[in-house]
């Protein structure tokens, strides 16, 4: 699973995240969780965590676009992110993101196209879901985005593990 962690000139370096994509969903996200946490170890660096959190998920998971809005005094900035280039701002309660921040709570975007307001970075994008990040007052500091090029991609399956992520970040580096 981690077979691809080597010692190069004497310092730990991952090289890639291994996921088999014949294995179910649900067996995806418990080796990929584990590797995302042996990848990220102690570092606290918010935009390093970030920035290699997003590579990974969006490494496994195989979507199109996978990134973080960060929270600011008037709603979501674009934050480390996979994928084609996004909007940069996104008001508090608009689209799909802001009404997670404002909603506090997951959501799943199964056709883009009948949710009121989805703001379409890409017209490739069919369907998405949304997991808020909260610190350790209960506020949300962040958003994770997941994007696919598929109607209906997303799951129970899914928030539960990118919840149990959320969490982990959370406590790792906000
Ligand atoms: N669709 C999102 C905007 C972000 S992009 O998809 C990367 C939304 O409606 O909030």
Known sequence: MCDSWGVIFGRT????ILIDQALSKAEKYELLLVQIRALIGT????????ANCSAALHQGLGHFW??????????LSLGPFQGPVACMRIENGRGVCGTSLAEKRTIIVPDVALF???????AESKSEIVV?????????????????????????????YL????SWLGEQIF
């Open 13 to 16: 370096m991952a090289e890639s």
């Open 43 to 50: 570092d606290t660096n918010q935009v390093s965590v970030l």
């Open 66 to 75: 996978t990134g973080f809005y960060l929270t600011q005094e008037t709603g």
């Open 116 to 122: 009121p307001g989805h703001i379409a970075c890409s």
């Open 132 to 160: 808020p990040v909260f610190n350790r007052e209960k506020d949300v500091v962040a958003v994770l985005d997941i994007d696919s090029k598929f109607e209906a991609s997303f799951d129970e399956v899914d928030q539960r």
């Open 163 to 166: 919840e149990q992520f959320c």
